[in-house]
């Protein structure tokens, strides 16, 4: 009975420790938690697009994966943030963005919209 418990045991913290699941759904952005009443390109638009964007849609990236549409710096980004902004929100005249994975959290979403009708400021 001891060995059957011990196995038991072992096999849960196995299977156990073998189970993912993202911050995001680990820990949802709360209501109201998020802020975009002044969003930075520099502090929150740019690691946005370095979490979900640039594995294809850096320099290096773009001209192979990314359709040549380079999202690493201020100046690409701003030319094509309205583009990126109807990617990201699956919209229909958009290729929906991520390619292949799943949708941004809606706060990085409401960032990037706000950061656009803030004027796009390379701050």
Known sequence: MKKFIFIFFVTGAILS???YDSEEALWPTLPGSCDTTSVSFATDISPILGNYCLSCHSNTAAPTSGNNIKL???AD???HADAVLGSVK???AYSPMPKGGG???ECDINKLEAWINQGK???
């Open 103 to 105: 949708n941004l959290i």
């Open 17 to 19: 420790g073998c189970y």
């Open 121 to 123: 400021l390379d701050n």
């Open 77 to 79: 980004v701003a030319s």
């Open 72 to 74: 690493e710096d201020y």
């Open 90 to 92: 699956h919209e229909a």
